[in-house]
């Protein structure tokens, strides 16, 4: 596990030592070029010193000092009358001026000058000016390299400082009871961690509202289901007591009938529980119309043995994006309820129009319809319309849930639903995406 701390700490050492070395080399060409100027000056003065003294006497008295100076002299005839050093690999000849040798044993900083009837060269290895320029580049770091621990120190307090407030985050996230949802504080916070602390304040949101939606459907469901397995249980138990077979015929009649009835329910909360936003929805693009004839094709048996006319009165090429399977669940729910609540000889139409680029489905039935004080309260859970005479003659069971499990794929695949009425008087839906 990666620690920012020491990541920082890490990173910011390396910099200072980056920048340390940096600086060093800055320093020692700074002192080599400030050198160089000093010796080569110092050649020059120890030169122009020469003609001063009886050459003897600047033979006797010179001190070419610990800087590793070697003197020659020649003649005008070119013999060399001096050698101070005889084992320096000097060349054996003099040239006026500055001129730097390349030797086996280091380079040479060389001056030559005309000295009276003499030439005199003067040559000093180029380690000695490179080791006065080093020296002076370590004395002026070593302040900084010997402060380097104390930095990394100060480095690692400091940042533990600055991360103290993340520390305190994670203490109040650890602190807090599993159903404890209400937003974390974040007042006197930095400004690096309050954007931190505003999307974990977000989430806490979106996990209490899910939370609540959880609860909500959870009691829902258990209120719902309480009634069909009730039923269901007295059913068998007339089953167990019936005295002929005609009474317990008529009993596993209404037994069966029952579980149809809880099943339906059951998997109409199954489809509900998946619909849910929270859920991942595919990004498949999707042939509509394709879709839609296979739902109409699907239920079109089922139509006719409940004595209506399903079909499909128009349709255009149109392409969505989404999940084929919720998409299939939302139209076959509205076919089921279209062709469920239509009496017998009524007919269900079905179209796919493109209305200023955007696909729109519309269902119409000539059935009961729906009032209009109503439409807007069908899309919740469990909610039944209430029944009219109208409706009273289509004796239909429901579970309140197709409506709900439409509005929430159509959602999820940002399409609207609209209820209205249709030209045979019945429920007309259209579903805009």
């Not at 989430?203 to 459907?217: H, M, N, P, S």
């Not at 999820?412 to 429920?427: I, M, N």
């Amino acid at each position: 596990m990666r620690s920012i701390r020491r990541q920082l700490l890490f990173w910011l050492l390396a910099l200072v030592l980056l920048g340390v070395g940096i600086a060093g080399w800055l320093i020692y060409r700074q002192a080599l070029a400030e050198a160089n100027e000093l010796f080569d000056y110092q050649l020059e003065q120890i030169a122009a010193a020469l003609p001063a003294e009886p050459f003897s006497q600047v033979l006797g008295s010179r001190d070419t000092g610990d800087e590793g100076i070697v003197l020659q002299i020649w003649n005008r005839n070119g013999v060399l009358m001096y050698y101070s050093r005889p084992r320096a690999p000097l060349a054996p000849r003099a040239e006026l001026g500055f001129s730097t040798e390349h030797t086996d044993r280091g380079d040479w900083r060389v001056y030559g000058a005309i000295v009276g009837d003499n030439v005199v060269q003067l040559a000093q290895p180029v380690s000695v000016r490179n080791r006065l320029a080093a020296n002076v580049a370590l004395r002026t770091l070593w302040p900084l390299i010997v402060l380097l621990p104390l930095l990394g120190l100060a480095v690692w307090v400091v940042v533990g400082r600055g991360l103290r407030p993340l520390r305190r985050v994670t203490s109040a996230l650890d602190a807090r009871h599993p159903e404890a949802l209400d937003p974390l504080p974040d007042q006197r916070l930095p400004l690096e961690v309050q954007p931190l602390v505003r999307a974990l304040n977000a989430l806490l949101e979106r996990l209490a509202t899910a939370l609540d939606i959880q609860k909500a459907f959870v009691a829902d469901a258990a209120h719902e289901l309480r009634t069909p397995l009730a039923a269901v249980q007295i059913q068998s138990q007339l089953v167990a007591r019936a005295k002929d077979d005609a009474a317990r015929s008529e009993a596993l009649a209404d037994l069966q009938a029952g579980v149809t009835r809880a099943t339906r329910l059951a998997e109409q909360l199954l489809a509900l529980a998946r619909s849910e936003p929270d859920g991942h929805t595919a990004t498949n693009a999707i042939d509509l119309r394709a879709l839609l004839q296979d739902c109409v094709v699907a239920y079109a048996p089922l139509a006719q043995n409940r004595g209506v006319d399903l079909g499909i009165d128009a349709s255009e090429p149109a392409t969505v994006t989404g999940d084929a399977d919720a998409l299939r669940v939302m139209f076959n729910n509205l076919v089921d309820n279209a062709t469920k609540y239509t009496p017998q000889g009524g007919r269900v139409d079905v179209s796919l129009h493109i209305d200023e680029g955007h696909p729109v489905v519309r269902i119409a039935d000539s059935g009961p319809g729906i009032e209009p004080a109503e439409r807007g309260r069908v899309f919740d859970r469990f909610y039944r319309a209430g029944a009219g005479a109208n409706r009273a003659r289509t004796d239909v069971a429901g579970t309140g849930l197709g409506l709900a499990i439409v509005r929430r794929i159509a959602t999820q695949h940002h399409a609207a639903v609209r209820l209205d009425e249709s030209l045979a008087g019945g429920l007309l839906v259209e579903v805009r995406f």
